[in-house]
């Protein structure tokens, strides 16, 4: 939870290897991958080789990252404004 966390405050390139076995890391690497353009490994096939290559091509990606929007890191002031608008 907290590598997600810290790849979206910072909008860094990432390589995720989420365990199979855990459905929460998988299900949030497949957001990063939507929301963060992060790319995927497989836990149980990929190889060494297969990690190099993908690291190596994430940090060779060009372009603009995605950004995270600001209010997701703003849920005790979202959550008073909305206390507030419908009080």
Known sequence: ???CVEIMK???????????????QLYRAKMMRDLMNSSLLDY????????????????RETGQRPRTKNEWFRGIDRTADIIRRIS
């Open 1 to 3: 939870y907290n590598t």
């Open 44 to 59: 149980d096939t990929m190889t060494p080789k297969d990690n190099a290559e993908k690291i190596i091509s994430k940090e």
């Open 10 to 24: 910072t909008g860094k390139k990432a390589v995720l290897i989420p365990h199979k076995r855990d459905i929460e």
